[in-house]
Nanobody, 113 residues
Framework: QVQLVQSGGGSVQPGGSLRLTCAASGYWFNRYDMAWYRQAPGKQRELVAYIEGGTGYVQNPLDAVQGRFTISRDDARMLLFLDMKNLKPEDTAVYYC?????WGQGTQVTVST
């Protein structure tokens, strides 16, 4: 059974940093692409960052987080990471890791003074 279990997140002041972690199980993690999405209140879920399996090629389609968020993976431990720095109030959202049609449980990130 494929599972994605998230950890990390929480509340931070503007300019702060957080790391999100997604622990995968039940499939050949290293072979497959993974992604982080986020959904802010009242908004649609949006793709934050994407990392390919095998090559580790990264795509950051969301301009708002360019240069501040970094996606990475540890294939040996079957972990996916999202390192977030210089956080802004507009980054407040529930963040989800994703593999195909499987989603993590979601992690709240709140950026406020």
């Amino acid at each position: 059974q494929v599972q994605l279990v998230q950890s990390g997140g929480g509340s931070v002041q503007p300019g702060g940093s957080l790391r999100l972690t997604c622990a995968a199980s039940g499939y050949w993690f290293n072979r497959y692409d993974m992604a982080w999405y986020r959904q802010a209140p009242g908004k649609q879920r949006e793709l934050v960052a994407y990392i390919e399996g095998g090559t580790g090629y990264v795509q950051n389609p969301l301009d708002a987080v360019q240069g501040r968020f970094t996606i990475s993976r540890d294939d040996a431990r079957m972990l996916l990471f999202l390192d977030m720095k210089n956080l802004k109030p507009e980054d407040t959202a529930v963040y989800y890791c994703n593999y195909r049609v499987v989603w993590g449980q979601g992690t709240q990130v709140t950026v406020s003074t």
